[in-house]
């Protein structure tokens, strides 16, 4: 059952991942996505395929050698659309013009370390390998090479891409710059000699061995870079504080990115957008160079968006949107609260669902319009 739920997590982790590197690589390469209809496939099959190779983490508990096959299949197969959003992503990369700053770094050292994850990862799908390595090092190795190279450092470029939209001032680049450095050299010298480790025999789990087994060594450089990753995410938010009291104030869009959150200013206003545009790409800020064409016909003193036609966008209705509620919130904590307590006592359904119930018809209960109060 851990299984079950665990494998495929890590890669639900892995999806977000995907649609920053995808937005960060676009912006500094100032072209359009390559082969994004291949991309967004690949996507949805590894969130399916993940489902089916969640076995390889038993495969030493006298599986039938028959099942074993199928889930080493599964699992060597899920590296083709994991490949493909790779190929298609440096593609990009090839046929644009990229621009090196922090952002697109921490995105080619996602590259490096997520390509490293991958291949030891078709490597314990196999039965023989990983019944040799179960339950040392290099399964740590090989986890962290996929949960930082695939998660964390996407997650990092991220910050450093959006920050200047929240907070509108930009972090240092050249803080940012050591902080990639440091952590990339430091990320790699304290992981990667676990996969040697892991091949020598270590086990995880073990928090001691005896001297002279032949660990000694590769343990302290091991030690020596995760000090050096420790330090380079202090100085990662030493920059974030900083920036956010000193730093340099940003531009509206500071990055010359396409995608629409770059058209209203850094800090975006509460209301986002004065008047809802109109979008015909996936990159409008460099389709519509001088302005963004604007929906007509709205309401400027409520909240209304245009309702159009499936086939052919056609304007249809105007559909007014709702005022800010703390209902949501309320419902959301009431499902919390009843999800937690039915794990103590099945009554918690009984009474959680009274409770969702009074949120939901709070929530869903008529209000007047702006018609009406007029």
């Known amino acids: 059952m851990f299984w079950f739920f665990g494998h495929p997590e890590v890669y639900i982790i892995f999806l977000p991942a995907t649609g920053m590197v995808s ?4 912006a500094f390469s100032r072209r359009p996505m390559f082969g994004y209809l291949g991309l967004v496939l690949s996507l949805i099959s590894v969130a399916f395929l993940s489902f089916g190779l969640w076995v390889h983490h038993m495969f030493v508990t006298g599986l039938p050698q028959l099942g074993a096959s199928f889930f080493t299949a599964s699992s060597m197969l899920i590296a083709i659309p994991n490949g493909l959003q790779i190929f298609c992503w440096l593609a990009t990369i ?11 770094l921490f995105v080619l050292g996602f590259f490096f370390i997520f390509v490293i994850g991958g291949l030891t990862g078709v490597m314990v799908a196999s039965v023989p390998l990983d019944t040799q390595v179960h339950d040392t090092y290099f399964v740590v190795a090989h986890l962290h ?16 891409f959006w920050f200047p939209k929240v907070t509108g001032r930009l972090m240092s680049e050249r803080l940012g710059k050591w902080h990639f450095w440091m952590a990339l050299i430091g990320f790699n010298a304290a992981f990667f ?5 892991g091949l020598r025999g ?16 590769l343990n302290l450089f091991v030690t020596v870079g995760a000090l050096l990753l420790f330090l380079s995410f202090a100085g990662f938010l030493w920059n974030m504080l900083a920036s956010l009291r000193s730093g340099e104030v940003a531009r509206d869009d500071p990055w010359d990115a396409g995608t629409l959150e770059w058209a209203v200013s850094s800090p975006p206003p509460v209301y986002n957008f004065a008047r809802v545009p109109v ?7 460099w389709t519509e160079r001088e302005s963004l064409p604007v929906v007509a016909g709205l309401s400027v003193n409520a909240r209304e968006i245009l309702v159009t036609t499936v086939t052919e966008a056609t304007p249809s209705l105007r559909e007014a949107s709702p005022d800010p509620s703390i209902w949501p919130f309320t419902a959301a904590i009431a499902v919390t609260i009843a999800f937690i307590a039915s794990i103590f006592t099945p009554w918690a359904v009984v009474w ?23």
């Open 23 to 26: 937005s960060i690589v676009v």
């Open 94 to 104: 090839w046929m644009g013009r990229p621009i090196l700053r922090v952002p697109m």
């Open 145 to 160: 090479y996929v949960l930082i190279g695939g998660a964390v450092f996407p997650l990092l470029g991220a910050v450093y």
């Open 193 to 197: 000699p676990m996969h040697i480790l």
């Open 202 to 217: 270590m086990p995880r789990r073990i928090y001691t061995y005896l001297p002279g087994v032949g660990w000694d060594d």
């Open 279 to 285: 979008v015909t790409g996936r990159e409008p800020l």
């Open 352 to 374: 959680g669902g009274a409770l969702i119930g009074a949120t939901l018809i709070g929530w869903f209960w008529p209000k007047a319009l702006h018609e009406d109060e007029q």
